[in-house]
Nanobody, 124 residues
Framework: QVQPVESGGGLVQAGGSLRLSCAAS????????MGWFRQAPGKEREFVAAISRNGMRTYYADSVKGRFTISRDNAKNTVYLQMNSLKPEDTAVYYC?????????????????WGQGTQVTVSS
């Protein structure tokens, strides 16, 4: 079982950058694809980005494509989300999840529990 802990959020001006990290406990980290999701106030949680177990395959939501980059370091049990050219509409709590790549990108991903997430606030 992989238990992720998100970090790296903060307050940034529009156009700025942040790098989020998700450190996952457990010896089977490399057995899972990883995904980033976000939830803005009053909105449903939405998919942001996914990366395959070996990092060779990535997939992004249209809203972040070309601005965000997901990566992973299996030796450190960590997945990253580099966010550039941030916009106020990127403001949300960001969460990561471990699962199969197919499930993460399905468009209907749900899970019974999520980590605490990390808050990203982009000011205009």
């Amino acid at each position: 079982q992989v238990q992720p802990v998100e970090s790296g959020g903060g307050l940034v001006q529009a156009g700025g950058s942040l790098r989020l990290s998700c450190a996952a406990s457990g010896r089977t980290f490399s057995s899972y694809a990883m995904g980033w999701f976000r939830q803005a106030p009053g909105k449903e949680r939405e998919f942001v980005a996914a990366i395959s177990r070996n990092g060779m395959r990535t997939y992004y939501a249209d809203s972040v494509k070309g601005r965000f980059t997901i990566s992973r370091d299996n030796a450190k049990n960590t997945v990253y989300l580099q966010m550039n050219s941030l916009k106020p509409e990127d403001t949300a709590v960001y969460y990561c999840a471990a699962d199969s790549f197919q499930n993460i990108v399905s468009g209907s991903y749900q899970r019974s529990s999520w980590g605490q997430g990390t808050q990203v606030t982009v000011s205009s």
